[in-house]
């Protein structure tokens, strides 16, 4: 186990009340970033973890088989048992049938016993029972002005459906205690976009229109929709990742430095962003957009099925992969085109962001070579790094023969200790209160009002389905219309 740090903050003892709390994302991620923090020594309070859960008779076995999830998850570290039997003992499990004063009646009888805790609730369910939830919680008398709730994505299918779940839980929590939680933006490397642009005047000074070519980026996913299937055929791969997900990636790139590191000056600037995004249209979306459904095909020589076949719903319509081509409209960002893609069942995995410069005026160097743009690559996972490509020199006699050459910045060789996990980062924000990291509402609506610019233009257009074989770059090889190259030129392939 990687030695603890010292953490000086002191936090205020907490009772974190998962809803959805035997679900996947609760064992996966939730209680394992929690233990983190808890052996790194962060977690220096007192504390409960309380899942609530739907079924019943699980109680006397749920420590038991969480025992056993977290040391198989952590079979590559130094696992320690005696803390891991620490930890588990502030895991409890509570059935409640119902979101009703009757169905918490045992969670309320529970926190009643820790009055002066400040209350937690992360809603690990789907966006439709958090409405109801949180009615229950207030009529329960468990909500007070200390209480946070933390509410995982996917927040509605629309706007009009996002800002109804909004109107419902703000009768019971204020905007101030609601983390509506990206772990995108808890990500090392996202985190470091701050500091790259914020700490260095050498990009800060290039980082504009004068400067900037384009900007691409890329979340390609080799997995298909796995156990998702239900959900993923509802939402696609715009809502799933772009709304969300992307959007938040080019805010960070593009938004412009707040005048202090503080939660509301940070979201307010992303906004501004969000509400700077040209808007498609019936025209645009024809050749500013790819939307497409993988068949089937290979990954690393094993055959996969296609889309349909892995949903079995052979008439579906829903797209796994989408590239766009889309411009900030201000003063920084003027005609300098971003391209968003991400689709599933690619060649490869890999997350990335890159920031292609122009060219140089004048190429005082004769050669029939051709001179590649500076990029600056930021790539997010896997194996983190940032990467500058230049042009340099190849040593030797014979003239000016040149090539470019990556100064890396590899996190690995760089930092000799543990990168923690997005959520860890994001569930310890919360405890603290620090929102820097989680969407405010006014976010949350111009993204949904971006993206419906996009859906509304795609019915309007009827656009349709790209088909693209599992296991390729997606759908830009097979597209014939000149108009729409971009797709296939502009991909910085692996």
């Not at 390609?220 to 992307?246: F, T």
């Not at 993988?294 to 590239?323: H, N, P, W």
Request: glycine residues 6%; positive net charge; charged residues 25%.
């Amino acid at each position: 186990m990687a030695k603890a740090r010292k953490h000086t903050e002191q936090f205020k003892n907490f009772n974190l009340v998962v809803f959805g709390g035997t679900g996947d994302l609760a064992l996966r991620k939730i209680y394992p970033a929690l233990y983190q923090r808890f052996i790194d020594g962060q977690l220096n309070c007192e504390y409960n973890i309380v899942a609530v859960s739907r079924k019943s008779g699980y109680e006397s076995i749920f420590q038991e088989q969480f025992t056993t999830f977290l040391t198989q998850s952590l079979k590559n570290e130094k696992g320690n048992s005696a803390e891991i039997k620490t930890f588990v003992s502030k895991l409890h499990l509570i059935t409640a049938e119902e979101p009703s004063p009757k169905g918490y009646k045992t969670l309320k009888e529970f926190l009643g016993r820790f009055k002066d805790y400040q209350n937690i609730f992360y809603y690990s369910t789907p966006s439709s029972a958090f409405g109801a939830i949180s009615e229950a919680l207030k009529a329960s008398g468990l909500t007070n002005d200390r209480s946070k709730v933390v509410l995982e994505k996917p927040l509605g299918h629309s706007l009009q459906s996002s800002n109804a779940i909004n109107d419902q839980i703000t009768k019971t929590f204020k905007e101030s205690q609601i983390y509506r939680i990206d772990h995108y933006l808890g990500k090392e490397t996202v985190q470091n976009l701050m500091v790259l642009r914020f700490a260095n005047n050498l990009f800060e000074r290039a980082w504009n229109s004068e400067n900037i070519d384009s900007i691409q980026i890329t979340v390609a996913e080799s997995l298909g929709v796995e156990k998702r299937a239900g959900y993923y055929d509802q939402s696609g791969a715009l809502l799933d990742m772009v709304q969300n997900h992307l959007l938040q990636l080019v805010c960070l790139v593009a938004m412009e430095p707040p005048y202090v590191l503080e939660a509301n000056e940070v979201r307010n600037e992303k906004v501004k962003i969000l509400r700077s995004l040209r808007p498609f249209t019936k025209h645009s979306i024809k050749t500013e957009s790819i939307k497409g459904q993988y068949t089937r095909g290979s990954i690393d020589d094993v055959k996969v099925s296609s889309y349909l076949e892995d949903i079995d719903k052979y008439e579906s319509k829903t797209e796994t992969f989408v590239a766009l081509k889309t411009y900030v409209d201000n003063w920084r960002w003027k005609n300098v085109p971003f391209y968003i893609r991400t689709g599933k069942r690619m060649k490869t995995r890999y997350s990335e962001i890159v920031i292609n410069f122009k060219e140089v005026k004048h190429n005082l160097f004769p050669s029939k070579e051709r001179m590649n743009n500076n990029k600056l690559i930021i790539r997010l996972q896997p194996e983190e790094r940032i990467e500058l490509i230049q042009m340099t020199k190849v040593p030797g006699p014979g003239g000016y023969r040149y090539k470019p050459i990556a100064l890396k910045l590899d996190y690995i060789d760089s930092f000799d200790e543990r990168f923690p996990e997005a959520y860890e980062r994001l569930i310890i924000d919360v405890v603290r209160g620090n929102q820097t990291l989680f969407m405010s509402q006014d976010e949350l609506v111009a993204a949904w009002t971006w993206i419906e610019s996009i859906t509304n233009s795609w019915k309007n257009a009827g656009t349709k389905n790209v088909l693209y074989e599992a296991g390729s770059w997606g759908p830009g090889d097979q597209i014939l219309n000149e108009d729409e190259s971009w797709v296939t030129k502009s991909w910085n392939k692996k």
